[in-house]
């Protein structure tokens, strides 16, 4: 949408009030900004009650820019956190996850009681094949029960997970396991996507080729499909776990103990290790959880349509929540597995009251129609949030009406896996909210806007999105390089966490964040860097250069455009310039993910570069965009980017 449209929509509609019954019910009242800003470090200190503590804490916050220690004297064991707290007080019984599978009718109903005792199995199998505290433990699983049961195992054990989103190739999953060094993989032998099974072991076997350091492979079996069996390394799920005992006494470790590490993309083509620990994290992933999705552990049935392999699933399926003691839905399938009203038909079945989701998701909803959601019973829903990229106010919109009955708040959550849980919200109850706007820091979190001198910009005016005081649940660097660290987030405005967005504050003051203003591409919600996408490319024998730019896509947020020029020869051999323009999509989608797969490859013989050999992005993406080109003086040889311009139209426009 353009700025204009915008404004005149925002004219149009302004901003939505909590209703007073919604307020008045509210777990965040206006008081808790005042009290937090009184005294953030207090506030968080207050909040981390909200943990079982082995040992309390008399420490809260020690802060040397940019590393940061909270609690740092307390003693916690993450998973007695997550279960077994519930179940000491009682609550056994209570639902933790209706999981409900890809094909309809199959589902399964886990209660507290039965998550401590598969917790406990599952931790004495892994004890079992040699984990040990500290251990790295990749995990490359689907959506499926077995997949918190192995986080919360592992944490439990003190153990460090690095969960690998099932959708990454071998190569990233190797890459990934050897950054970290995991000596033990756990997955499954395939997922289910549209009732047809997608094989996962053989991708582990295959990046296992370099991994020599992996010890043992724990295998869920899911799909029943013929997996290869390494002998000694490879070990079924059913035949090590489910034979362990249910009972397991837990170590405590110090709040500071690294508890998981989460890759992603950054601005170089190899992703970083964001690692967290224990305490700080889970006391903001809870207390974001309960403010900004304002739940009560009696009623709520909350949804958060994510998978595990991103930090959305790690801090709100599985921390959070359960933190929290909620019962949640945990879905397998793909929004349309089993029809295109598959997510109203569950949140009818199970009286879903809060749905957590990702603008790109909304967008294919809303392309679906409002048939779908009109034919089911959504009365259930009391409040719906987004995560993951900037909201176009249509979206917002339709979310609202069609899906939350124009009753429901809608939280726009603002976060990143660095942040390891929400940063921007509006509360539930207290803000009136915009649409496509995240509106403000949290309380106990202090974010700025400022100018590229780190000047704070004034209403009306944009700039790069700042986190000014340090918060529990920051990321304590990139696993294995603190300079690194430093360097990408503490180093553009010192003293200052460089988020890497852009924002503006309108003339009330609230935040709108404005998308990447790096080399990070935003995929239907995904963290993607160009550079990562160019370095496959050039992996390809057939390429010499490529140029990636992240271009507007009406569906997907942003989609990739890839300018590639190939090698003489290749050039020369080729004459099928569609054939390899697929076989250059489907080599990148092997490479990384097939979220990865270019929308678009334009092939040309040059690519536009400054006088001093600098690739001119910015022209590129004017190009991706049909944009007027900007300055074009700098380039040392203006007619490429025209030529270009008049290769777009010729271009593959893909099937994404
Ligand atoms: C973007 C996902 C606008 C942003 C939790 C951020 C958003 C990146 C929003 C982090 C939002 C996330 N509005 N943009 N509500 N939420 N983003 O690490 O560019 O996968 O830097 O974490 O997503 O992506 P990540």
Known sequence: MTEAKLEAWLEETRSFAPSPEFAKQANAQPSIYAEADADPVAFWRKQADRLVWHKEPT????????????????????????????????????VAYYWVADAEGESRTITYGDLQKLVAQAANALTELGVKKGDRVAVYMPMIPEAVVTMLAIVRLGAVHSVVFGGFSADALS????????????????????????????????????????????????????????????????EIVDKQSTEHTPEFFPSEHTMFIMYTS???????????????????????????????????????????????????????????????????????????????????????????????????????????????????????????????????????????????????????????AIMCSPLPGITATKPGAAMKALPGISVDIVDNDGNSVGNGEGGYLVITQPWPSMTRGIYGDPERFKETYWSRFPGKYFAGDGAKRDDDGDIWLLGRIDDVMNISGHRLSTTEVEHALVGHPAVAEAAVVGASDDLTGQAIVAFVTLRLSADEQMQDQAAVIEELRVHVAKVISPIARPRQIILTPELPKTRSGKIMRRLLRDVAENRQLGDVTTLMDPTVVNMISGLMGSGDDGDQ
């Open 59 to 94: 420490k809260t916050l020690e802060w040397d820019i940019p590393f940061a220690k909270w609690f740092s004297d307390g003693e916690l064991n993450a998973s007695v956190n997550c279960v077994d707290r519930h179940v000491a007080a009682g609550k056994g019984d209570k």
């Open 266 to 420: 950054g601005t170089t083509a190899k992703p970083k290790g964001i690692f967290h620990t224990t305490a700080g994290y889970l006391t903001q992933a809870a207390t974001t959880h309960y403010y900004v999705f304002d739940v009560k552990a009696d009623k709520d049935i909350c949804w958060t349509a994510a998978d595990i392999g991103w930090i959305t699933g790690h801090s709100y399926i599985v921390y959070g929540p359960l933190i929290n003691g909620v019962t949640q839905i945990m879905y397998e399938g793909l929004p349309d597995s089993g029809g295109k009203d598959r997510w109203w038909k569950i949140i009818e079945q199970f009286k879903a009251t809060i749905l957590y989701t990702a603008p790109t998701t909304i967008r294919t909803l809303m392309k679906w129609g409002e048939e779908f959601p009109k034919s089911h019973d959504l009365s259930s829903l009391r409040l719906l949030g987004t995560v993951g990229e900037p909201i176009n106010p249509e979206a917002w919109m339709w979310y609202r009406e069609n899906i939350g009955g124009s009753r429901c708040p809608i939280v726009d959550t603002w976060w990143q896996t660095e942040t390891g």
């Open 175 to 238: 890459s990934r396991i050897l950054d970290s060094d995991c000596q033990f993989v756990v997955t499954a032998d395939g997922a289910y996507r549209r009732g047809t099974a997608s094989p996962l072991k053989p991708a582990v076997d295959e990046a296992l080729k370099s991994c020599p350091n992996v010890k043992a492979v724990l295998v869920v079996k899911r799909t029943g499909s013929d997996v290869e069996w390494v002998k000694g390394r490879d070990h079924w799920w059913h």
